[in-house]
């Protein structure tokens, strides 16, 4: 076979990893004489890490989330006050294997969906089934689905790892159906043992009145923080301060 034939032979047996860097091992184990094993291991790993990242990016697809952001370009001194090492403990996510939850709860602006998104990126780097949603949005979508769409819907967030709930209550009261939803999400991921990470700027305790049904949010409450991190977001909006510097930059 000559090279081209290789490379066909590669791909046609979906051996990309190792198409993608043929000609540069090849030209390495002539430069350095490599022993054939070694070439042949290096070509190995190169398929392995190609599917691995595969894989990474169709997890990372699946999840909903938009961006991949990482506690690393949080600003810690900004809100001082913010529960740093809380965020970290979830940030190692042995609280999914726990199938245990997180509440992120406190004032607009503070990082509460960026943190809860980082855990879910670092959550999909580590080989887990995340899905991310903007709570109202898909709350209300859910409404408006036939039967059988809302069935689906319903399974993909009942079955994955974890599932984070963001934003929720933004627009204050939500739609019978969704505070129904919401009850079945969580009593059927409880007794699956699946994490849940929740954000919201509304405190639990007022959480009945946007449910329209106090002794719903009683048994939502109950089951969600029977094994829950409870992290409180105390301080000034990270976006008025945004805001605030392109002001200062805008020319007059
Ligand atoms: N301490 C911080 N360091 C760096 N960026 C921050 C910090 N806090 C917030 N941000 C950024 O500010 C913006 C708003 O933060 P975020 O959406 O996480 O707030 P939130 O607490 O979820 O607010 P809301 O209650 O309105 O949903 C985002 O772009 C986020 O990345
Ligand atoms: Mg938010």
């Keep these: 076979?000559?090279?081209?034939?290789?490379?066909?032979?590669?791909?046609?047996?979906?051996?990309?990893?190792?198409?993608?860097?043929?000609?540069?091992?090849?030209?390495?184990?002539?430069?350095?004489?490599?022993?054939?094993?070694?070439?042949?291991?290096?070509?190995?790993?190169?398929?392995?890490?190609?599917?691995?990242?595969?894989?990474?990016?169709?997890?990372?697809?699946?999840?909903?989330?938009?961006?991949?952001?990482?506690?690393?370009?949080?600003?810690?001194?900004?809100?001082?006050k913010l529960p740093r090492s809380a965020c970290f403990e979830l940030h190692t996510?042995?609280?999914?294997?726990?199938?245990?939850?997180?509440?992120?709860?406190?004032?607009?602006?503070?990082?509460k969906s960026h943190v809860a998104k980082a855990v879910a990126y670092q959550a999909t780097l580590a080989g887990y089934d995340v899905r991310y949603v903007e709570a109202d949005t898909e709350f209300a979508s859910y409404g408006l689905a036939s039967t059988q769409e809302q069935a689906e819907k319903l399974k993909a967030w009942i079955e994955p790892d974890l599932l984070v709930l963001d934003d929720l209550f933004l627009a204050r009261r939500i739609a019978d159906v969704s505070a129904e939803l919401l009850q079945a999400i969580v009593h059927q991921r409880y007794k699956l043992r699946r994490a849940i990470v929740i954000t919201s700027n509304r405190v639990v305790q007022d959480w009945g009145k946007y449910l329209g049904d106090a002794t719903m949010a009683t048994t939502i409450l109950d089951r969600l923080m029977h094994r829950c991190a409870m992290l409180e977001f105390e301080g000034k909006s990270y976006r008025l301060k945004e805001a605030a510097s392109r002001i200062a930059v805008t020319p007059v």
């Design 1 to 80: 076979m000559n090279m081209i034939e290789i490379e066909r032979a590669l791909r046609e047996l979906r051996l990309s990893g190792i198409a993608e860097t043929l000609s540069t091992r090849v030209m390495q184990a002539q430069a350095a004489q490599q022993p054939f094993l070694e070439t042949f291991a290096t070509m190995l790993q190169d398929e392995l890490d190609r599917r691995r990242s595969l894989l990474t990016e169709r997890r990372f697809k699946r999840s909903g989330l938009t961006e991949r952001l990482s506690l690393a370009d949080f600003d810690w001194c900004f809100n001082p």
């Design 93 to 111: 996510l042995k609280f999914i294997g726990e199938g245990a939850n997180a509440l992120i709860i406190g004032k607009p602006g503070t990082g």
